[in-house]
C-alpha cells in the first residue's frame, strides 16, 4: 500500500510538471476535467490573497492602507459572494467561444468575474476584445 501511494505521489508531480510549462489559456482550460478545474480555481482565489500580501508587505504604513484598501474594494466586489463553482462555469462559458481560447485563464479571470458581478455587457465585450487583441501579440 505504501509503495502505491508513493507510486501515485509520483505520478502527481511528473503530471504537475508537465502542467506548470504549459500555457495556461483556454485550450489549456478544456481539456481539463471539472475537478482538476475546481483545485485550479481554488488555487487562484488563495493566489490573490497571497499576491497582495507579497505586494505590499515592504511598503510604508500608508501605502500599504492605500493598497490593502484598494484590494478590499475589488475583492468585495468581484470575489466576496463567488463560489469556485461559478467561477469554473464562468470560465467554461468564456472558453466556449473560440475567439477566447487564446486568452491565458488569469488574464480571462478579470472579464469572469466581472460577467458573474453583473458588471454591463458591452463593458465586457470591450474587455473582452481587448483581451484577445492581447493575445494575438503573446
Not at 43 to 68: C, V
Not at 84 to 93: A, E, R, S, T, W
Request: with cysteine; proline share 4%.
Amino acid at each position: 500500500m505504501k509503495s502505491l501511494c508513493i507510486l501515485f505521489v509520483l505520478l502527481l508531480s511528473v503530471t504537475g510538471y508537465s502542467q506548470a510549462n504549459e500555457r495556461r489559456d483556454g485550450n489549456w482550460w478544456l481539456k481539463n476535467p471539472r475537478p482538476a478545474k475546481a483545485v485550479y480555481v481554488l488555487g487562484f482565489f488563495d493566489g490573490i490573497q497571497m499576491g497582495e500580501r507579497a505586494s505590499t508587505y515592504q511598503l510604508d504604513k500608508t501605502s500599504r492602507d492605500k493598497s490593502e484598501q484598494a484590494h478590499k474594494a475589488y475583492t468585495d466586489k468581484y470575489l466576496a459572494h463567488v463560489t469556485d463553482g461559478q467561477l469554473v462555469n464562468g470560465f467554461d462559458d468564456f472558453y466556449k467561444d473560440p475567439q477566447n481560447r487564446a486568452i491565458k485563464v488569469d488574464e480571462a479571470a478579470i472579464a469572469v468575474l466581472r460577467h458573474i458581478a453583473g458588471d454591463p455587457p458591452d463593458v465586457i465585450k470591450a474587455l473582452t476584445d481587448t483581451l484577445r487583441n492581447l493575445s494575438t501579440e503573446h
